[in-house]
Structures are given as C-alpha cells and as structure tokens.
C-alpha cells in the first residue's frame, strides 16, 4: 500500500511539474546557450559561464529593484498597518495585481539606461510571487491575481534583453533539515522553469551571523553548489557575505570598506576582496534629499528621489565602482508609482544625452536613516 501511494506521489508531482512547464513555455536553459542579456559576452562564455557573467555585471553599472507584495496595499507599507484589515488572510484576497504589466516594467527599465531587475519573488509577508507546487500562499494557485508573476517578468526581461534577479527571502535561504527539502524544491523550479537568471540576491545575512544562526543555514556551500549546477552564469549575492563564494557584495544606502563589518570572518572578507560590490537604496523616503527613513514597499505619500537624486547616487556609486541598484516598491495594484517612473524616464534621457555621471566628489554623509 505505501509503494502504491509513493507511485501515486510521484505520478502526480510529475504531472504539476509539466504543467507548470507548459504554462510557463519555457524549459530548463540550455548550458551552451547564451543568455539574451550576454550579447557581447559570447567568447567569455564559451570559456566559463560565471566570469562571463561577472565582467557583464561590471559593465552593467545600473538595475531596478521592483518590491511587490501584500504589503503594498498598505497606506502605510510594512512596518505601518491601517487597521482595515482583519488577517494576512485578509489581505491576501485583496491581491489582483490587476495592473502589474511585467512588459511596461521592463520597458521602463530599459528606459531609464537600467541592465537589470530584480524582483521580489517573495518578500515581507508574502504571497509568493510565483506558481508552486510547494510554497503557499502563492499569486497563481491562492490569490485572486491567478497570475505566475515571477514568469511574466522572467519573459519580459528575456526579450527586452535585460538580467533578471530574484530576491532571496531569509525563509528561503534558510537549509535545515526542517525547511530543506522545500527550499530546494523552489531553487530548482526557478532554475529550471524560469529560463536563465541573471542571479539570486539573498538578503539578511544578519540571521546567518546570529549566535544560532548557522544552525539554520548549514548548507549553504550546498546551496550555492546547486544553483550553479543548473545555471552556472547566474551571480549569487548575500549582503557582505557568508561563505566567500559569492560572486559580489551588496550594501545597503551607503559604500563602506569590507574591513569595517567585523562580524565577517577574515577568511570570507579575503574571498571577497576583488568581487564586484553593489549599493541598494530606495527612491522613497520621509524626507527630501536622501534623508529619512527609507521605505522599500510603496508608502503613500513618501518622499520620491528626483532625476537630480538619482544622477548624484550614480556618480557616487561610479566614485566607489560600484553598481547602484534602485529600489521602486510597486503599488497596491502592481502598477509603478507614477512619480518613480517619471524620474526613471528622465534619468533615462540624462544618461542618453550626456552618458554615465563623473565620479561623485565624495560620499553621501546620511548614515543615520532606519529602513521601513
């Protein structure tokens, strides 16, 4: 009788999974294939996926964060519920993503002089952005959006020629026993049904370097070792870093040496110390002139950048060479916040015009802003 129900198991995940593939029309990448988002870096390819891809990111300079989740329906983003809702139940039934057009989102991107998007495939309090046979809540199978949002963008981002990113949820990254087999299951269905990506952007390694944190993330080397096993060319970034291999460093706001985060072990900071970095910062915020608080999920009304904000960030971001990765929380409906794509737009026009910004004559000095 249990051999029977294993049979059964094993038929019916099969079935989901060619399903899933099917809706999606898009099989595992090919290894000799060159991503869209390559062009120009076939011969680098050809030699080894990963470096082709590191001097790509080099090159790209400049991405788009689009934020997107329950949270976004709230007045008040995440740290601030209005009280109009009973659960994240509640809040669940209210996500149609009626206007979240991942075409209009990549055309914008390519607009603004943007190489690539990351996107939100889960953050905060959810849903999952993508369809799953083993993470709910998710927008296809339990939201009224019944949309894989996570392939619309994927699709858009392949032919508009742009990388794609996803953002690594610290539930997701985590790899104990307990959450393992599931988290593998997601690193695999975005490997192998999302065509290629460009990279995973895990976040909060905060936790990892907690007292018990690495009780939660012992396979991380393993984790690493089977992302590229599927895709050899997609970069891995974890904050500062956690093992050494990855393939750059994120900073939040501001550039600052690695020497200056102790809590990074010395033999990881050594690994790292020729790999790309990059900044992360948000268009929002409480006050004009990149101070305040700094709001990733859309925040009615907040403080948005100008072209003027974001031009400065980019020669700041040239001054350390580093990228700058902008952070838009998309609106309750899926839609950009009109504001942050005027800017973008203009910021598009500026880099056409007059190419990338000279280095900054120095660092911003706001270091003192909490985040929302």
């Known amino acids: 009788m249990k051999q029977c129900k294993v049979r059964f198991f094993i038929l019916g995940a099969l079935f989901v999974m060619g399903a899933h593939l099917a809706l999606l029309g898009q099989a595992a990448p090919s290894p000799t294939e060159v991503p869209s988002y390559l062009k120009g870096y076939e011969d680098q390819y050809a030699k080894n996926p990963r470096t082709a891809a ?55 991107a390519v607009a603004a002089g943007a190489h690539y998007i990351c996107f939100s495939a889960k953050n905060g309090g959810g849903p999952y952005n993508f369809r799953s046979a083993v993470a709910h809540p998710n927008s296809y199978d339990d939201c009224p959006a019944k949309r894989d949002l996570t392939a619309e963008l994927a699709k858009a981002c392949r032919s508009h020629g742009l990388g794609l990113f996803l953002y690594v949820h610290w539930s997701i990254a985590q790899s104990n ?21 460009a990279g995973l952007w895990f976040d909060t390694d905060s936790y990892y370097y907690k007292p018990d944190g690495k009780s939660l993330y012992p396979r991380a080397s393993e ?13 891995i970034s974890w904050c500062h870093g956690v093992t050494g291999d990855e393939d750059y460093i994120t900073y939040e706001h501001h550039f600052r040496p690695q020497s200056q985060f102790d809590f990074v072990p010395d033999e990881v900071k050594k690994k790292l110390s020729d790999k790309p970095v990059e900044i992360i910062t948000t ?52 839609s950009i916040n009109p504001a942050d794509e005027r800017t973008l737009r203009e910021v598009g026009k500026r880099l056409h015009a007059n190419g990338w910004p000279a280095p900054a004559a120095q660092d911003s000095t706001d270091t003192t802003a909490e985040d929302r």
């Open 54 to 108: 590191q001097d790509w990111y080099r090159d790209a300079k400049f991405g788009i964060f689009f934020d997107y989740g329950i949270e976004s329906l709230l007045p008040g983003g995440a740290k601030y519920f209005d009280g109009s809702f009973s659960s994240r139940e509640d809040l669940e039934k209210r996500y149609t993503a009626e206007k979240f057009d991942a075409n209009a989102l990549a055309d914008l």
């Open 177 to 197: 026993d307990e959450v393992w087999p599931r988290n593998q299951a997601i690193f695999r269905d975005w490997l192998t049904q999302y065509g290629p990506l």
């Open 223 to 235: 984790m690493f070792s089977l992302i590229r096993s599927l895709q050899p060319q997609t970069l």
């Open 283 to 334: 268009m929002q915020l409480d006050q004009k002139g990149g101070r305040g608080t700094k709001m990733w999920t859309n925040v009615n009304n907040a403080y948005h950048r100008n072209a003027d904000e974001v031009i400065q960030l980019l020669a700041v971001a040239r001054r350390n060479n580093c990228n700058l990765l902008l952070n838009s929380g998309l609106m309750g409906d899926g």
